[in-house]
């Protein structure tokens, strides 16, 4: 691109300094001259910005007042600068976050059911996704409320694809068996369909926690005994294998999150919490990298959830906190505590998030 400085510092090392800016100052930056205003569409910039923010992932928490369903704030958790506030209100709609990755979210409409959009609230741009199907969206699932909606952005490629899949059921009547999954191409601008047989249940956290490595999202089960895999290069279903029997893990909660890239599972007993990784993602290899002591937390260990994590830090939420967890110091620190006497918890509407300049036009 076009020479940045004046030569007072090389191009390289002033990209590198604005790489590691937040999104809204970067912005702000724009005015100095044309060309840093350029800076924000430049191919190589925006994919450098993208890089750094892989390494410094938050959290973006919905805070909702039970009291006044109508009443809900974002708010997002960084580790390096703290807490700030977050609006979807440049989308004109009142919506609810479903799925995030790689900065963009996939959010329902409230009042209108079977609306999607997928928007990057840093950048302020969004994308209201063509409807599935012309037919009432109460008559069958997924179209309305799906029971598994994801979303995968590759930013490699700036494309992206947003999966809804549930239970095929005719109105008035208990799911026939069939697990209707519908992909959207945000090349294409459409819709194509999949039809298989799952009799799969899922938590709210195992729908909340979809993970996109490796081209395909995937899902932990309710049971905790396998992944449920969609391979989006190919529409296939499959089921991953955990890197523990089920059956011994009886008695511990078990989720599904991102570690650099690939794979993870956290495990959390009474007294630890322990972290492994899926080394070798075509094998099924398995391997621990670190076990976590709980013991100074553990007044709140059975309402704590693990939602993001780096190899320097884990994200928790419990009901009204945001804890980060530091793996080299050891050391637990609370971020964010609701003020608020009468809210949801907090890990309800927990999403994990990074800041990035991916357009979803």
Same mark, same amino acid.
């Given at each position: 691109?076009?020479?940045?400085?004046?030569?007072?510092?090389?191009?390289? +090392?002033?990209?590198?300094?604005?790489?590691?800016?937040? +999104? /809204?100052?970067?912005?702000? *930056?724009?005015?100095?001259? /044309?060309?840093?205003?350029?800076?924000?569409?430049?191919?190589?910039?925006?994919?450098?910005?993208?890089?750094?923010? !892989?390494?410094?992932?938050?959290?973006?928490?919905?805070?909702?007042? $039970?009291?006044?369903?109508?009443?809900?704030?974002?708010?997002?958790?960084?580790?390096?600068?703290?807490?700030?506030?977050?609006?979807?209100?440049?989308?004109?709609?009142?919506?609810?976050? &479903?799925?995030?990755?790689?900065?963009?979210?996939?959010?329902?409409?409230?009042?209108?059911?079977?609306?999607?959009?997928?928007?990057?609230?840093?950048?302020?741009?969004? &994308?209201?996704?063509?409807?599935? !199907?012309? #037919?009432?969206? *109460? !008559?069958?699932?997924?179209?309305?409320?799906?029971?598994?909606?994801?979303?995968?952005?590759?930013?490699?490629?700036?494309?992206?694809?947003?999966?809804?899949?549930?239970?095929?059921?005719?109105?008035?009547? &208990?799911?026939?068996?069939?697990?209707?999954?519908?992909?959207?191409? $945000?090349?294409?601008?459409?819709? #194509?369909?999949?039809?298989?047989?799952?009799?799969?249940?899922?938590?709210?956290?195992?729908?909340?926690?979809?993970?996109? +490595?490796?081209?395909?999202?995937?899902?932990?089960?309710?049971?905790?005994?396998? =992944?449920? =895999?969609?391979?989006?290069?190919?529409?296939?279903?499959?089921?991953?294998?955990?890197?523990?029997?089920?059956?011994?893990?009886?008695?511990? &909660?078990?989720?599904?999150?991102?570690?650099?890239?690939?794979?993870?599972?956290?495990?959390?007993?009474?007294?630890?919490?322990?972290?492994?990784?899926?080394?070798?993602?075509?094998?099924?290899?398995?391997?621990?990298?670190?076990?976590?002591?709980?013991?100074?937390?553990?007044?709140?260990?059975?309402?704590?959830?693990?939602?993001?994590?780096?190899?320097?830090?884990?994200?928790?939420?419990?009901?009204?906190?945001?804890?980060?967890?530091?793996?080299?110091?050891?050391?637990?620190?609370?971020?964010?505590?609701? /003020?608020?006497?009468?809210?949801?918890?907090?890990?309800?509407?927990?999403?994990?998030?990074?800041?990035?300049?991916?357009?979803?036009?």
């Amino acid at each position: 691109m076009d020479k940045l400085g004046d030569g007072i510092f090389p191009d390289e +090392v002033v990209m590198q300094i604005l790489a590691r800016l937040p +999104v /809204k100052s970067l912005f702000r *930056t724009k005015s100095v001259c /044309k060309l840093w205003y350029r800076l924000t569409l430049d191919k190589y910039f925006i994919q450098l910005y993208n890089d750094v923010s !892989r390494k410094n992932p938050m959290i973006l928490v919905e805070i909702s007042d $039970s009291l006044l369903e109508s009443k809900s704030s974002l708010i997002c958790v960084d580790s390096l600068r703290g807490v700030f506030e977050f609006t979807l209100n440049f989308m004109n709609d009142r919506v609810k976050v &479903r799925a995030s990755c790689n900065g963009l979210l996939c959010c329902s409409s409230i009042p209108d059911m079977g609306v999607y959009y997928v928007c990057n609230p840093v950048t302020r741009q969004f &994308r209201l996704l063509p409807k599935s !199907r012309e #037919r009432p969206v *109460t !008559r069958f699932y997924p179209d309305g409320e799906a029971t598994l909606v994801g979303l995968a952005c590759d930013p490699g490629h700036q494309k992206f694809n947003v999966v809804l899949a549930g239970s095929h059921r005719t109105f008035g009547h &208990r799911p026939d068996g069939k697990f209707i999954c519908l992909v959207f191409d $945000s090349e294409l601008n459409k819709w #194509r369909k999949l039809i298989s047989f799952q009799d799969e249940h899922f938590t709210h956290m195992n729908k909340n926690q979809v993970v996109f +490595v490796n081209n395909a999202l995937h899902w932990l089960t309710a049971s905790s005994s396998y =992944v449920l =895999v969609l391979d989006l290069s190919c529409d296939i279903w499959r089921k991953m294998s955990l890197p523990y029997d089920p059956i011994s893990g009886a008695g511990n &909660r078990t989720y599904l999150l991102e570690l650099d890239s690939c794979l993870s599972v956290i495990q959390i007993s009474e007294a630890w919490m322990t972290i492994w990784m899926l080394k070798d993602y075509w094998n099924d290899e398995w391997c621990i990298v670190d076990k976590v002591s709980l013991r100074c937390i553990k007044g709140m260990v059975p309402g704590i959830f693990p939602i993001s994590q780096t190899s320097e830090y884990v994200f928790m939420a419990t009901h009204k906190q945001v804890l980060v967890y530091h793996r080299r110091s050891h050391v637990w620190k609370e971020m964010y505590a609701v /003020k608020y006497s009468s809210t949801l918890p907090l890990w309800f509407s927990a999403h994990a998030y990074r800041n990035t300049m991916f357009s979803c036009n």
